[in-house]
């Protein structure tokens, strides 16, 4: 029979400790220090979460363009406001009315799908919430 030396072989608890002590240096590395409360790690990503710059899509800045709807500073900062709250409230795909202009907002990406004016159908489908501001 073969005797196996257990100098070569690291037992359960040294295996443990080590990965133990391995994430704990990976978990210092990421926060950038140890003094870091999860209240402060929390708060920054729900604001890095919340901060919602829109873009448009190729079909809604033809929509824009065809329907003639021109947005204003105003508009354009109400329409980021409503996608932020439809983020707050989990929404996905959102409407969001600006004056007398809808919006389909796909919240996850940030994307203003669509944009409908007065002269229009309202009929709205595939989405989850609505956001009138």
Same mark, same amino acid.
């Given at each position: 029979?073969?005797?196996?030396?257990?100098?070569n072989?690291t037992s359960?608890?040294?295996?443990?400790?080590?990965?133990?002590?391995?994430?704990?240096?990976?978990?210092?590395?990421?926060?950038?220090?140890?003094?870091?409360?999860f209240?402060?790690?929390? %708060? +920054?990503?729900t604001?890095? $979460?919340?901060?919602?710059?829109?873009?448009?899509s190729?079909?809604a *800045?033809?929509?824009l @363009?065809?329907r003639?709807?021109?947005?204003?500073d105003?508009?354009?900062?109400?329409?980021?406001?409503?996608?932020?709250?439809?983020?707050?409230?989990?929404?996905?795909?959102s409407?969001?009315?600006?004056?007398?202009?809808?919006f389909?907002?796909n919240v %996850? +990406?940030?994307?203003?799908? $669509?944009?409908?004016?007065?002269s229009d159908?309202?009929?709205?489908? *595939?989405?989850?919430? @609505?956001v009138?501001?």
């Open positions: 029979m073969n005797h196996i030396s257990q100098t072989f359960i608890e040294q295996m443990s400790g080590q990965l133990l002590n391995h994430k704990s240096i990976k978990t210092n590395q990421v926060n950038g220090s140890s003094n870091v409360t209240s402060e790690i929390l %708060k +920054n990503q604001t890095q $979460t919340l901060d919602v710059s829109l873009k448009f190729k079909h *800045n033809e929509r @363009a065809s003639n709807i021109d947005l204003s105003s508009q354009l900062e109400r329409l980021n406001t409503g996608a932020r709250k439809a983020q707050e409230k989990g929404i996905n795909e409407l969001v009315m600006v004056d007398n202009i809808a389909i907002v %996850k +990406n940030k994307t203003v799908v $669509t944009a409908v004016n007065d159908d309202k009929i709205f489908t *595939n989405i989850d919430g @609505a009138i501001i």
